[in-house]
């Protein structure tokens, strides 16, 4: 950007996929492999804790991320936790290498649901495009990592239906100043279809622009066979 206050704007950009459907003492749900810049959870302890850890970056980074949350216990109610998204859980991540991205390359997403042995893997994978040697990656070989009780597989029925979206999630912008000149993300998704099976839904804008000096954004929808 133009201009970029290394401690009051932070850049969270990225294509992800998530649930909305939680089992019991999970929440927040998130494949977020992104593009940072600024003060950013970028990184964590991994396993076995997976805490939380934000880094200042003054330049360009990709790294993978799966970004969930773990409710409170509470003894009072009826299932054991609190879960409020306005502040009864506690943050958790799994993070791949931070890897440094320069302005003009092309930043390339992919998520792959995988069959190792007796159990299904999520492989969350961000890198420059045409050059994998420079890739964040992360394994899901679980819900939630291991970290909730209650779930054990990704071929549970809490599973079965899968969110994807992308998002500019940036803090502190004050101008149009703030946004990299010719700023665009395209999105192609390939899937596996089963016969019969309805299994998309055209894109469409979910949180549309509140500032004048914000990007302007447009939708545009094609399905191939």
Request: proline share 6%; hydrophobic share 35%.
């Amino acid at each position: 950007p133009e201009e970029h206050d290394t401690v009051d704007t932070t850049y969270y950009d990225y294509f992800n996929i998530f649930w909305r459907s939680n089992p019991v003492g999970g929440l927040m749900n998130q494949f977020v492999p992104q593009l940072m810049l600024g003060n950013a959870l970028a990184n964590s302890t991994n396993y076995p804790d997976y805490d939380p850890i934000w880094i200042q970056m003054d330049t360009w980074h990709v790294g993978a991320q799966y970004f969930m949350g773990l409710c409170e216990p509470n003894s009072t109610a009826s299932d054991g936790f609190s879960c409020d998204r306005n502040g009864a859980w506690i943050a958790k991540a799994a993070t791949g290498d931070l890897v440094s991205v320069q302005p003009g390359e092309t930043i390339e997403t992919s998520f792959e649901l995988v069959r190792v042995r007796n159990r299904t893997e999520w492989h969350l994978r961000i890198g420059v495009l045409g050059q994998p040697e420079r890739s964040s990656i992360v394994v899901a070989d679980r819900p939630f990592m291991g970290l909730v009780e209650s779930t054990i597989s990704w071929n549970e029925d809490t599973y079965e239906m899968i969110y994807v979206g992308s998002c500019l999630e940036n803090y502190g912008m004050e101008s149009s100043k703030n946004y990299p000149p010719d700023w665009a993300i395209t999105i192609d998704t390939w899937l596996h279809k089963e016969p019969n099976m309805p299994f998309w839904r055209n894109w469409q804008i979910d949180h549309d622009r509140t500032c004048d000096w914000q990007p302007q954004s447009r939708v545009i929808s094609t399905e191939s066979s």
